[in-house]
């Protein structure tokens, strides 16, 4: 069992380039979501989906996209990178039905530097 | 809209002490509560939860919280402290009358073992 698998690991990008993180997890997950990592200020929501066309803002939106195709993928897109989203993204997901008790499964995080 | 305080970025204790780490949160609805470890360079992983019933939570690695509604508290203790317990603790809250259901994190506390 794969889990949740984020890709790349590691990318550096220049300010106003654009790219996209991937998330992809393998255990019929109705719900998953997106959150950035700065020190001193936890885990922040981005943006999250429970369920294939159904996707809604976290926390800290501005400046990403997404959408939910399928149930297995959950893309992350940065339309024009400011040194501002320089920080550890973690994408994690729970099993249906949604419900504010089931447990989040992390991917292993991917780290964006924007000089 | 909920929210979590965790008190003290960081804690330092000896080999063998109590882990007390401290977390608050705020809910207008009866909250579900989460503490998650995270390893370096790994993702989060599930300590333990409060959902319903008995307030005292066991969890893994001989942890344990214990929900206390009237001080709106679910602090994080270890009544002896390992080395391997070294790691960032995170305290997270979810309600159960969102169908969204996403979870919300603290700000983290890392926690130190000295030999």
């Known amino acids: 069992n794969a889990g949740v698998t984020q890709t790349p690991k590691f990318q550096v990008l220049k300010t106003g380039q654009s790219m996209t993180l991937q998330c992809a997890q393998d255990m019929n997950h109705e719900y998953m979501s997106w959150y950035r990592q700065d020190p001193g200020m936890g885990l922040r929501l981005i943006h999250y989906?429970?369920?294939?066309?159904?996707?809604d803002q976290g926390e800290v939106p501005n400046g990403y996209n997404v959408s939910r195709s399928t149930t297995e993928d959950f893309p992350l897109r940065l339309l024009s990178a400011a040194p501002s989203q320089t920080s550890v993204y973690f994408c994690?997901?729970?099993?249906?039905?949604?419900?504010?008790?089931?447990?989040?499964?992390f991917g292993a995080g991917s780290r964006l530097t924007v000089l | 809209a909920q929210s979590v305080t965790q008190l003290g970025s960081h804690v330092s204790v000896s080999e063998g002490a109590l882990v007390l780490l401290r977390c608050n949160y705020s809910?207008?609805?009866?909250?579900?509560l989460f503490w998650y470890v995270q390893y370096p360079n790994q993702g989060l992983q599930l300590l333990l939860k409060y959902t319903t019933g008995a307030t005292l939570v066991k969890g893994i690695n001989g942890f344990e919280a214990e929900f206390k509604k009237s001080e709106t508290s679910f602090h994080l203790t270890k009544p002896s402290a390992h080395m391997s317990d070294a790691a960032e603790y995170f305290c997270a809250v979810s309600d159960k009358s969102s169908s969204a259901s996403k979870i919300i994190f603290g700000s983290g506390t890392r926690l130190s073992i000295r030999p």
């Open positions: 809910s207008s609805v009866p909250p579900y």
């Open positions: 994690a997901s729970k099993p249906g039905p949604v419900s504010g008790a089931n447990v989040l499964t």
């Open positions: 989906s429970v369920g294939a066309g159904i996707t």
